[in-house]
């Protein structure tokens, strides 16, 4: 469905009295007659008017930012504003989601009344401790457990290690940076379960000729706030000192190009907010030496999000300077996306540096990872879909994504072999 604007008087709002939903003290957040719209813009002025929108307003919340669109969820008070305002840019908006909490009521929200573990519902982090515990239980001679460090509330945040045997290359990969990208912690979940008990030949050989250390829920704080209170939740939980507003982007609080060129905000309020500095939030700065304690033994690095179907590779801090191992970078994350691609579901996967395809994006993982930690094969991942579900992805799609997130993980890696990216860094 496609809504073309037509001019009409600018509806100001009071911002000041715009809440993100009606809740309670002891009440869900819900985002009844919240739309999700896709507005494509022209020029840098008109996404400079569409991403202020995020930062202005509880009533507008950003979802997916490319090269050339943006994806806005408008509360229902504030749509004849954004319509006017629509207007004024000559821009029309697409509609993606009509009610977002009809999507957030047919499923996605599954874990809060599934009490087995599968990957046909989302679990609450709860669900995933206890079955990387009986994991460790079950599998005691291949999979370890390690703590990254702890979060601003005091959660651990637990990471596991599977290791058949000694002089493996390492493959980390980071999970739920984002509260909301739900379905990154499940695909997380299914690929461990499928690294240790696939009877696969090809699954076999990743398995047991890779060290995998694998983080499924990084940002647990925002996590378990997105089970328990506001499904859209995307930051961490830390105060910010001067605001109201609440939590970190900790995938722009790394180290790496931190607040530059645009890449982030400084405002405390905005999805994207990067911190008061670098590394200000206890997670990243947890991660970050963890993986440098490690970093030898690690050869490759994914980040999982979601959405918008793309291969992540860096820079995300400028479109005018690349990587001296680019081309390998493109070559890899080809082969990814050719084999998700050659499955029966035939999603298409878009790839190149996060400033190209997408946005500048600084003091990301990725990046920093590439950077800092000198892991030169380092993607971000987004998932599944292309915005008609968002980050409300129902639970039907887990396993399809999942497989694809496996079929490409494993030609990529053989790529990468083929490149000599996956020699061991250290000695045995």
Not at 60 to 78: I, Y
Not at 241 to 265: F, K, P, Q
């Amino acid at each position: 469905m496609k809504l073309w604007v037509c001019a009409v008087p600018l509806v100001v709002l009071l911002s000041a009295l715009a809440n993100a939903a009606s809740i309670g003290q002891d009440e869900r957040v819900r985002y009844d007659n919240y739309s999700v719209y896709k507005v494509k813009y022209a020029n840098a002025l008109q996404r400079s008017v569409l991403l202020q929108l995020d930062e202005e307003s509880n009533d507008f919340n950003l979802w997916h930012e490319a090269s050339d669109q943006v994806h806005v969820m408008v509360s229902p008070k504030a749509k004849l504003e954004f319509e006017a305002r629509m207007s004024q840019m000559n821009a029309s908006a697409e509609v993606l989601i009509e009610n977002v909490q009809s999507l957030i009521q047919d499923g996605s929200d599954g874990a809060l009344r599934d009490s087995s573990f599968g990957w046909t519902s989302y679990h609450t982090l709860e669900k995933i401790e206890a079955w990387l515990d009986e994991i460790l239980a079950s599998y005691p001679e291949i999979v370890t457990g390690f703590l990254v460090g702890q979060s601003y509330e005091g959660r651990d945040i637990r990471g596991i290690k599977i290791s058949y045997k000694s002089g493996n290359p390492g493959v980390f990969i980071e999970s739920n940076i984002h509260a909301r990208e739900w379905i990154t912690s499940a695909t997380a979940t299914w690929f461990i379960n499928e690294l240790l008990t696939s009877s696969d030949a090809a699954v076999r050989d990743l398995a047991e000729n890779h060290d995998w250390y694998i983080v499924p829920v990084f940002n647990v704080d925002g996590f378990v706030y997105s089970h328990v209170k506001d499904r859209m939740w995307r930051k961490s939980r830390s105060p910010s000192a001067g605001s109201t507003c609440i939590g970190v982007d900790l995938n722009r609080n790394y180290d790496s190009h931190w607040m530059e060129n645009g890449g982030a905000s400084d405002n405390p309020c905005a999805e994207t907010y990067a911190g008061l500095s670098a590394f200000s939030e206890p997670e990243t700065k947890a991660l970050s030496e963890y993986i440098s304690g490690i970093k030898d033994k690690v050869n490759v690095l994914f980040a999982f999000h979601s959405y918008s179907q793309v291969l992540l590779s860096p820079y995300g801090h400028t479109d005018e300077e690349f990587p001296d191992n680019y081309d390998d970078l493109l070559q890899v994350a080809k082969a990814y996306a050719d084999a998700v691609n050659s499955l029966q579901y035939g999603t298409t996967y878009r790839y190149g540096s996060s400033a190209e395809v997408l946005y500048i994006a600084s003091g990301c993982t990725n990046d920093w990872a590439y950077v800092k930690a000198d892991i030169e094969i380092s993607y971000t991942i987004e998932f599944r879909d292309t915005g008609h579900h968002g980050f409300l992805l129902p639970p039907t799609h887990i396993i399809p994504n999942a497989e694809e997130t496996l079929a490409g993980i494993t030609a990529l890696l053989a790529e990468s072999r083929e490149l000599g990216y996956l020699e061991l860094k250290y000695d045995l």
